[in-house]
């Protein structure tokens, strides 16, 4: 293959080079330093030789060719608008200057030229790909336009399958992912990411033996933690609750667990009359369900309604933080709002106390330490 892609670039240097008007050109160099990958050297070897200001389209063409695969868009663009304007039609020319201004972030102007391909190729599907991936939200109309397009036009392609598919699950559309995908896949059956795909999308519409099918031989050769749980939920639903427990704590031992996967855990193992461990996951739900910073934000909502005089709701937000965490600083608050607002002396030092004991950060903490520990000693004096 190799072999036959450089026969054909030399062909069409060839052809390239004897449509020029006869110049010093060294065809053997051109010729190395494509097959190099030296693009940047030859697009200026090629100004070298044509010159900056060259009118030739071919030449044009190609020295925004070489300089488009050298990376540099700013010169590519500036040679491919030159042929542009020349021949305003010229599919290769406007896929480029298309390509050139999406990478650059003109998306606007690359659906412009897109549509100037649309005009001359309706029936162009790479066209129709390429201004679908222009489109980020699933949620967009045009997207699915696009997409829809470019899958009547080929629906074996598998990345337009995805994507499209991906498209209709967001929209609440499973029926229709499922066929996009399933067409898809039976013109490509070795294609793994499309399998996946259509793994959670099967398990919606209760194809359970499927997803185990599939999804298992997956496994085999993948241990994708999403097939993992797609093919666990799947044998949760058709009752085979041992082999699903032990797939969703595989998900645990790897680190992957979240709030759902424990939940089905718990359930397999009260389906399973195994008591003792439905409770153990319960309370491993419950705290992957709470934030760990949930403390935190309660400490924060005390502090701003101890700032607007609402110490009630204060003394409320703070104690309901302490049933997350018991934090230094929840401690810190309760104990000043005690001792200064409440003036509950008994109250403050109890609090105090629990900070001090809470192991508050020596550094970062070391001025409310400070604080803490000598009007400990007043109080105590005071009695």
Do not use: W
Not at 53 to 80: H, P, R, W
Not at 268 to 286: G, Q
Not at 348 to 373: G, H, Q, W
């Amino acid at each position: 293959m190799k072999n036959l892609l450089l026969i054909i670039l030399f062909v069409f240097l060839n052809n390239f080079i004897f449509a020029q008007t006869p110049v010093a050109l060294d065809k053997e160099k051109l010729f190395d330093l494509y097959q190099t990958q030296h693009y940047d050297e030859a697009a200026k070897y090629l100004k070298s030789i044509y010159g900056e200001e060259t009118t030739d389209f071919k030449t044009l063409s190609q020295i925004g060719y070489c300089y488009l695969m050298s990376g540099n868009n700013v010169e590519a663009e500036k040679f491919y608008l030159k042929a542009y304007a020349q021949q305003a039609q010229n599919l290769p020319v406007l896929f480029s200057l298309a390509g050139i201004n999406s990478k650059r972030g003109n998306i606007e102007k690359s659906k412009l030229y897109y549509g100037e391909i649309v005009k001359i190729d309706s029936n162009n599907f790479s066209v129709y790909k390429q201004l679908a991936n222009l489109y980020s939200s699933d949620i967009d109309s045009m997207k699915l336009v696009y997409l829809l397009k470019a899958n009547s036009i080929n629906p074996t392609e598998g990345d337009v399958a995805y994507d499209l598919a991906d498209v209709y699950t967001t929209l609440q559309k499973r029926e229709k992912a499922y066929k996009v995908l399933n067409i898809a896949i039976d013109a490509d059956t070795g294609n793994i990411i499309l399998q996946k795909a259509i793994l959670p999308v099967a398990n919606f519409l209760k194809k359970y033996k499927e997803v185990i099918l599939s999804g298992e031989k997956i496994l085999k050769v993948d241990q994708d933690p999403l097939v993992i749980k797609d093919v666990a939920k799947a044998h949760y639903y058709t009752k085979n609750y041992a082999k699903a427990a032990n797939l969703f704590k595989l998900l645990e031992a790897m680190g992957l667990q979240n709030e759902a996967t424990l939940y089905y855990t718990s359930l397999c193992y009260r389906a399973m009359k195994n008591f003792p461990l439905a409770k153990d996951y319960t309370k491993k739900t419950i705290n992957e369900a709470i934030s760990p910073n949930t403390a935190d934000y309660y400490a924060l909502l005390g502090l701003l309604y101890e700032e607007t005089g609402k110490l009630p709701q204060a003394n409320v937000a703070y104690k309901k933080g302490l049933e997350f965490n018991s934090t230094p600083t929840i401690y810190y608050r309760l104990a000043v709002l005690y001792d200064t607002k409440y003036k509950q002396v008994k109250q403050a030092k109890n609090y105090y106390a629990l900070y001090l004991k809470s192991k508050p950060n020596p550094e970062t903490d070391k001025d409310e330490i400070k604080y803490v520990k000598s009007r400990m000693e007043q109080l105590k004096m005071a009695d």
